[in-house]
C-alpha cells in the first residue's frame, strides 16, 4: 500500500471554513449589539406625553417612563454584563463554545419579544436584564472560540470582527429607528438570533476543547472541515501539536492541587495586567464617556449639529475604525496599530480640551474653534477604534493558557464593564470639578501614559500560535525582550507544523516586541 498523499487546501479554500464559522459567531454578537442600542431608539418615544400618535395604534403605547426610571433604563442591561462574564467561563468549559452560543440565543428571543410587547415598566427592565446578562455570558465561549479555531496569521483579523460587529449592531437600530418605531425594530431583530441558532448549527466545535474532552476523533474532523474540508491526512501535525500541548498542560498541573493555583503564575497574573491595562487606557481615555454623552459634548463645544445625526455619525464613524482595524492588523500587527491608536488619541483629545480651554465662558470664541473641535472629536473616535477600544477584545482569547482560558476571559470581560460604568458615572464629577477642558486634559493623559506602558509590555502575537503565547508569558527570564523580526515571522508562516515541532527553542517561544 502506497501512504496517503495530503491535499492540502489552497490559501482561499484554508482561510474560507474559518471566516465562514466566524461569521455564524458574528450572527450572536451582532444580536449583542442590537440589544444595546434598542434603548437610544426606545427612550426618546418613552419620554413622549403622548406617544400614542408615534407607534402606529400599537396596544401598549401609552408606556411612559418618568427621568428615574429613564436612568436606570439606560443603564441597567451595563449594570448585568459583569455578573454574566463572571459566570461565562463556568459554562463554557464544562458544555463547550458551540453550545454555549447556540443556547445563548434563546433569551435574547425572550429579550426582544418582551422589548416588543412590554406593557410595563417591569416587562422593560426585564428584557434589559435578560440582555444583559446574555451579553455577559457570550463573552467566554465567543472570544475563545475564534482564538481556538482559526490559524496565527488569521487570528487577529477575525478576532476584530468581533467588535465591530457589535459597532454594527448598535448603529442597525439607529439607523433602523429612522424608519421604524422601536417596537417594530425588536421584531426585526428576531431575525438574527434565530438566523445565528441555524448557522451555528453548521461549524464546528472547538478541536481545543473537544481534545480536552478527550474526543480525538471529533477534534481531527472539526479540524478537516476548518482547514479547507481537507483529508485527515493533511491536519495529523496540527492535531499532534494540540494533543501535545494539552498534555504539557495536564502535567503542569497535578491532580490534587486546586485550581486556584493556576491563577497565581505568571501565565495568567502577567496577561490579566495587560488586558486590564488595555481596557483601563480605552475607558479612561475618554472615548467610553464621549460616546455616552456626545450629545452634551457637542453642546458644550458649541458644536452646530443635531443630536441624532450626531450619535448616527458617531457611530459610523467608529465602525470605520474598526474595519480599519480588521483590514490592517494582519499586516501591521498589534504593536504598531496600538501605538498609532493612543499616541493618536492622546493628541487628538489635547486639542479637544485646548479648543474648549479657549472658548470657556466667551460665546464668540467657542463658536471659532467649535468647527476644529468637532473634527477632533470624531479623529479620536475613528482612532480609539482602530485598535485601543479593539485591541484587548482581540488579545482576550489568545494569552491566557488553555485550562484557564473560559474562566479568564470572563473575569477580564467583566473588568471591561465595570471600568466602562465608573467611567460613567465620574463624568459628572470630573465636569463639575475640573470643567469640561480640564477633563479632556485628563482623558488624553490617561492615552499618552497608556501608550508608554503598551509600548514596553505588550508583546506582538500576531502570527504565533496559541502555544508559543503561553510559552512566552511562562518564561521568566526572557519576558518582553528577545526581537524576531517580520522576516522571520513571514518565514515561520511559510514552514510546515511538523518541521517546526522539534524545534521549540527558547527563541521560538519569545515575541516580538517592537
Given at each position: ?360 465662558g466667551d460665546a464668540s470664541s467657542?463658536?471659532?474653534?467649535s468647527s476644529f473641535s468637532t ?140
Amino acid at each position: 500500500m502506497f501512504p496517503r498523499k495530503e491535499n492540502p487546501a489552497k490559501p482561499f479554500r484554508k482561510a474560507l471554513p474559518q471566516i465562514l464559522a466566524v461569521t455564524a459567531k458574528n450572527l450572536l454578537v451582532i444580536t449583542y449589539g442590537m440589544t444595546l442600542g434598542l434603548p437610544s431608539i426606545a427612550i426618546p418615544a418613552l419620554q413622549e406625553k403622548r406617544n400614542s400618535t408615534m407607534n402606529d395604534g400599537h396596544p401598549h403605547d401609552q408606556l411612559t417612563l418618568d427621568e428615574a426610571q429613564i436612568s436606570i433604563f439606560s443603564s441597567l442591561n451595563l449594570i448585568c454584563v459583569p455578573i454574566g462574564c463572571l459566570l461565562s467561563g463556568v459554562l463554557t468549559q464544562p458544555f463547550g463554545r458551540k453550545r454555549c452560543m447556540i443556547f445563548l440565543n434563546l433569551p435574547f428571543i425572550v429579550a426582544f419579544l418582551s422589548f416588543c410587547y412590554s406593557s410595563s415598566v417591569p416587562m422593560l427592565y426585564t428584557a434589559l436584564i435578560i440582555s444583559g446578562l446574555s451579553g455577559g455570558l457570550l463573552e467566554a465561549p465567543v472570544l475563545t472560540y475564534v482564538a481556538e479555531i482559526t490559524e496565527p496569521h488569521l487570528r487577529g483579523m477575525l478576532s476584530a470582527t468581533a467588535s465591530m460587529t457589535t459597532i454594527l449592531g448598535t448603529v442597525s437600530q439607529l439607523l433602523l429607528g429612522n424608519f421604524f418605531t422601536w417596537r417594530t425594530v425588536a421584531l426585526i431583530d428576531l431575525f438574527f438570533p434565530v438566523a445565528a441558532i441555524v448557522a451555528l448549527c453548521f461549524v464546528p466545535e472547538s478541536p481545543h476543547w473537544l481534545i480536552s474532552k478527550g474526543r480525538i476523533t471529533a477534534a481531527e474532523k472539526a479540524l478537516c472541515w476548518l482547514r479547507g474540508w481537507v483529508e485527515p491526512d493533511s491536519v495529523q501535525s496540527e492535531l499532534s501539536l494540540l494533543q501535545k500541548s494539552h498534555d504539557q498542560s495536564l502535567n503542569r498541573s497535578s491532580p490534587t492541587s486546586s485550581m486556584y493555583i493556576m491563577y497565581m503564575k505568571r501565565t495568567f497574573l502577567i496577561p490579566f495586567l495587560i488586558i486590564t491595562m488595555s481596557y483601563f487606557i480605552g475607558h479612561f481615555g475618554g472615548m467610553t464617556v464621549i460616546q455616552t454623552y456626545v450629545v452634551s459634548i457637542f453642546e458644550d463645544l458649541g458644536a452646530p449639529i443635531d443630536k441624532y445625526f450626531a450619535a448616527m455619525l458617531f457611530g459610523l464613524v467608529e465602525l470605520a475604525g474598526a474595519l480599519t482595524c480588521v483590514g490592517l492588523i494582519h499586516y501591521t500587527g498589534k504593536r504598531p496599530l496600538t501605538m498609532f491608536s493612543t499616541v493618536g488619541c492622546g493628541i487628538c483629545l489635547f486639542g479637544v480640551a485646548t479648543c474648549a480651554y479657549m472658548g470657556y465662558g466667551d460665546a464668540s470664541s467657542k463658536s471659532q474653534y467649535s468647527s476644529f473641535s468637532t473634527m477632533l472629536l470624531l479623529a479620536t473616535a475613528y482612532l480609539s477604534h482602530a485598535s485601543i477600544r479593539l485591541l484587548p477584545w482581540i488579545m482576550i482569547g489568545e494569552i491566557y493558557p488553555a485550562e484557564i482560558k473560559g474562566m479568564a476571559s470572563g473575569a477580564s470581560a467583566s473588568v471591561s464593564y465595570i471600568f466602562a460604568f465608573t467611567a460613567n458615572i465620574s463624568y459628572d464629577t470630573m465636569i463639575r470639578y475640573l470643567s469640561l477642558h480640564g477633563t479632556m486634559y485628563f482623558y488624553s493623559a490617561i492615552s499618552l501614559l497608556g501608550s508608554l506602558f503598551l509600548y514596553y509590555c505588550l508583546p506582538e502575537t500576531e502570527n504565533r500560535t496559541l502555544h508559543e503565547i503561553e510559552n512566552h508569558f511562562a518564561n521568566k527570564e526572557h519576558l518582553f525582550k528577545k526581537k524576531i523580526s517580520k522576516t522571520d515571522i513571514l518565514h515561520r508562516k511559510d514552514e510546515k507544523p511538523e518541521e517546526n515541532e522539534d524545534e521549540s527553542t527558547e527563541a521560538d517561544c519569545i515575541l516580538e516586541t517592537s
